[in-house]
């Protein structure tokens, strides 16, 4: 993976350490109120929600409890498609670490975790010694659901990594049961820089993948939220884009070109940028093909639960995988997989289900006629090497 | 106001109530496993099962305080309001009757938590909702030791009838806990399941999230 190398955005230069982090940035300025300075920054994680929101009420809520907050910065980036929060921390764990300083000042916290996988523990601890900064590290299975809010909470308290749901939020009773700040890595290096006056708020980490010679080009960059879709991703011959990741949609190539990432730009697409991924599918693959490849590893990634998830998704991706291969379909197979991602929308302790099924009714719109083809017996597809990473077995 | 303070009737409304309490409070075991089971009963959607042990459970403890109140009334007996509550300290069969006071005491609980169930957390009320298992066998005791009716006759084979159910009931409950496979384990079984079913074109089963 390669990345620009922007001395003073989210992704430095390459070098990790304390050091060259202080000669880039300086040191970290006062901030008498952090959500005043966020403004209109959005969380980085995927679901977007207003940074200064959460700050005060996380705030308010441990005042009103009479309890310190707890701080958690999430880098469980259990998404496969998805590369940005490492690369983040590995090239930039001190903007990170700044972001969980200033919001632990903000809520009035004593305990600050960071969540993150295996391979980004290693450079984390070095970054944490060099700063002797309080902070507890904590490592995240590789699961897709490991950095979902309370899953992450529920890891971090040393239990499974399941999803409880939303009865209780976090921001009142998360980690040791108190009111837990929990901010995806980005979101905090994106405050570390607000803080010493960086226009931090309009741009934005991508994933980007695109066809190359040897197989699909993954790299991380920094991108401005105002930027045109077709200037960030090189389309070429891509028949359709990949808007948000695996609980993302898909957009066609030509729609998706004229796009801004902004949360305003991308929702006439029925698009978000989620967690950051931006895939172009060239045109020699099998749309239906790569989501069914998708959406399966998605079942399996079920924590098993809730009963509309546990049963819903794995007859969708059935469903899926059978209209992926060219041939007579059973009668009414397309209706009954439309019928069975419509029956778990809403209906799980997280946000699993409802963004399995989007990609699912994004990829039957967006690949119709190639659904049409496989209904006649063939497939348009001329290459059947995967494009979209999905973790072994599942393909 | 004669035949509601005369001893004979509420003896016999007391007897009857009893009875009727322990064979609602089996069905209403038995219907608690199914639900857990996640069991639907034919004609009926899966959360009719869940209905009806709610509505045998709220029956059964509306018909325990008539037979409370009928035996604290009824003259000839000495039960006061105190031993409704406080076990093993009535004037009368202090030993059998403090046995049914521990089941009310336990039904009043269960009852309570259940219907404060959405107001408090899960683990509270299931810690309290086990018990149920306790206050059965409770209730039997009373039943034998300070009824007049369960030892003979056809009413004995009721009461056998019911412990039979019950200890049925209770050994799916277990069983099935045992069986239960971790969350996250039961995905892939699911998709593999889902799969297959596709390929025969039968419907798939539902896979159990407990």
């Known amino acids: ?395 | 106001m004669d035949v509601l303070t005369d001893g004979g009737f509420l003896w016999y409304l007391n007897r009857a109530t009893g009875l009727v309490v322990l064979a609602l409070m089996t069905l209403t075991i038995v219907l608690g496993v199914l639900v857990h089971r996640q069991v639907a009963l034919p004609g009926l959607p899966r959360w009719g099962t869940v209905g009806l042990h709610r509505g045998a459970g709220l029956v059964s403890a509306v018909l325990l305080v008539v037979h409370v109140v009928s035996a604290v009334v009824d003259g000839y007996v000495r039960i006061s309001w105190l031993d409704a509550v406080l076990p093993f300290v009535a004037g009368y069969e202090p030993f059998w009757v403090g046995w049914g006071t521990l089941a009310v005491d336990l039904a009043a609980v269960v009852v309570l938590t259940s219907l404060l169930r959405g107001r408090l957390p899960l683990r509270a009320w299931r810690a309290v909702h086990l018990t149920s298992y306790a206050l059965w066998p409770l209730a039997l005791a009373h039943g034998l030791g300070a009824g007049t009716d369960l030892g003979s006759g056809w009413l004995l084979g009721g009461v056998v009838a019911c412990a039979v159910a019950v200890a049925i009931a209770s050994g799916v409950a277990l069983a099935g806990r045992r069986r239960a496979r971790p969350p996250l384990e039961r995905a892939p079984d699911a998709l593999a399941q889902a799969r297959a079913a596709l390929a025969s074109g039968r419907p798939a089963a539902a896979v159990r999230n407990r």
Not at chain 1, 73 to 83: I, L, M, R, V, Y
Not at chain 1, 143 to 167: C, I, N
Not at chain 1, 263 to 271: E, K, N, V
């Open chain 1, 1 to 395: 993976m390669t990345a620009p190398p922007l001395a003073r955005g989210l992704l430095g230069a390459g070098d990790p350490s304390l050091a060259a982090h202080r000669a880039a940035h300086g040191p970290l300025p006062a901030v008498p109120d952090l959500a005043v300075l966020a403004g209109d920054l959005t969380g980085r994680g995927g679901a977007g929600f207003p940074v200064a929101r959460k700050l005060r009420g996380v705030a308010e809520a441990a005042r009103a409890a009479g309890t310190p907050a707890v701080v958690v910065g999430n880098g469980g980036e259990g998404e496969p498609a998805a590369a940005k929060d490492a690369v983040l921390l590995d090239r930039s764990p001190h903007l990170v670490l700044d972001g969980l300083a200033l919001a632990a000042r903000a809520v009035g916290a004593d305990t600050v975790v960071l969540a993150a996988g295996r391979r980004s523990l290693p450079g984390l601890q070095r970054a944490v010694a060099e700063r002797g900064a309080p902070v507890r590290l904590v490592e995240l299975t590789d699961r897709f659901l490991a950095g979902e809010e309370t899953a992450l909470v529920a890891a971090v308290d040393g239990g499974p990594p399941l999803p409880r749901g939303r009865a209780v939020p976090v921001w009142r009773r998360g980690v040791q049961g108190r009111p837990t700040l929990v901010h995806n890595v980005e979101t905090l290096a994106r405050l570390a820089l607000l803080a010493r006056g960086g226009p931090a708020t309009t741009s934005t980490l991508v994933t980007r993948h695109v066809p190359g010679r040897h197989g699909p080009v993954v790299d991380v960059a920094e991108v401005p939220l105002t930027a045109r879709l077709g200037d960030v991703l090189a389309l070429g011959d891509a028949q359709a884009v990949l808007v948000g990741g695996y609980h993302g949609s898909w957009v066609p190539a030509r729609a998706a070109a004229g796009l801004t990432l902004t949360r305003d730009g991308l929702a006439p697409a029925g698009a978000a940028l989620g967690a950051g991924v931006l895939a172009a599918l060239p045109a020699d693959r099998c749309g239906l093909r790569e989501t069914s490849a998708v959406v399966s590893y998605l079942a399996a990634e079920s924590a098993g639960q809730c009963g509309p998830c546990l049963n819903g998704l794995p007859r969708a991706a059935a469903g899926l995988e059978l209209l992926a291969r060219p041939g007579p379909h059973p009668p009414g197979l397309l209706a009954d997989v439309h019928r069975w991602a419509g029956l778990v929308v809403g209906r799980g302790a997280c946000a699993h289900p409802d963004g399995s099924v989007r990609l699912v009714t994004s990829a039957l719109r967006v690949f119709a006629d190639e659904l049409a083809a496989h209904a006649a017996g063939r497939c348009t597809a001329t290459s059947h090497a995967p494009f979209l990473p999905v973790p072994a077995g599942a393909r």
